[in-house]
């Protein structure tokens, strides 16, 4: 009798989540991609059930992924957070592995460090975002969609000027509290001249490297709703944000006025091959030559590599590690010779 009845509860344990699955709210097959997860229930029966990202448009390969939305909140020196872009789902960029592959840690779960707040405030102004996902979702997907990111307009803001864009791309893999609030000094470290105001804008990444469809949409997103001068765009960073910097423009080569790649790091793979691509780029780069997390040697490769492919290029040693790029950012001299080139 004991057995009977304990078959008879494992039926009907089965029959229940089976329900719960087939009335939840689902995400469409035909606009997300599905992966299948196992669960195991207490009496040890597995049942699968499909999981997806919380981005459910499929961006397209070859065209501007754009919305509807416009930006109503625009003031002169004013910092903005827009989460326009994280609802495209976008194929994995070439060379690029799932994070899965890398055992990338999914930071963005943790509390106060959600990139998706609607905010622009980290630390102790930080306001955590409430999220609605389907029930498909596996939030540990969310490396697949379109970037946050930060727009700061300058002072005297004026929708009848055509301003710079200057993009910076942050460096690490996995972030933290402490990695947001250093990404606000490296933003206020930036030069600003007030004869050439510019607007800055600061994606948040989820996977190892740059993916240079999500930065051209979110050029194309700015450009919805900002005025920018097409001729200047400028793309910079440091460490991973400093290969990436080469990533994107080799990607993007008619983007980019110039490009600043700082302490670019060696992995996980070579961006050497790259030089022919942003060759006709110029570009400002640096790197400390008592680095031990990213390669020097590597960054003078290419500054040479560049050198032979008759680049505009300035390569600056430094006598230090890894770090001192809020001092680069903040000298006018180099920030000026950046802004200086048109396309």
Known sequence: MINNLSMLNKKFYILFIIFLISTAPSCSKENSSFQVVNLI???????????????????????HNITTEKWTNIEGGKVLKVNDLTKFQY?????????????????????????WSEYPYWGNNYVQPNHNFKECVDDELRWMCGYSFIVETPENYSIDYKYPLVIFLHGSVVSNAGSFEYRE????????????????AAPIKLEIDWDSKKISDMIENIKQ???????????????????GS???????????????????HDGPYSYIPLAKEVKDIPIWMSHGQYDNVSSYYMAKEMADSLTLYGAEIKFKTLSIG??????????SDAINWLMSWRK
Not at 93 to 115: C, H, L, Q
Not at 185 to 200: E, V
Not at 322 to 331: A, F, K, L, V
């Open 41 to 63: 229930s207490n009496e040890n029966q597995s049942i699968d059930i499909e999981s997806c990202p919380p981005c459910e448009i499929l961006a397209s390969k070859t065209d």
């Open 91 to 115: 194929e994995l960029a070439e060379n690029a592995y799932p994070n899965s592959y890398w055992n990338i840690d999914p930071w963005w779960m943790n509390y106060s460090v959600d990139p």
């Open 185 to 200: 000094t490296t933003r206020n470290s930036f030069y600003k001249s007030q004869n050439d105001p510019y607007i800055y």
């Open 225 to 243: 709703n900002l005025n920018i001068d097409e001729n200047r765009i400028y793309l910079t960073g440091l460490s991973m944000g400093g290969r």
């Open 246 to 264: 080469f990533i994107v423009a080799a990607d993007l080569p008619e983007t980019f006025a110039g490009i600043m790649p700082l302490s670019p």
């Open 322 to 331: 890894h770090w001192g790029w809020n001092e680069i950012y903040s000298d």
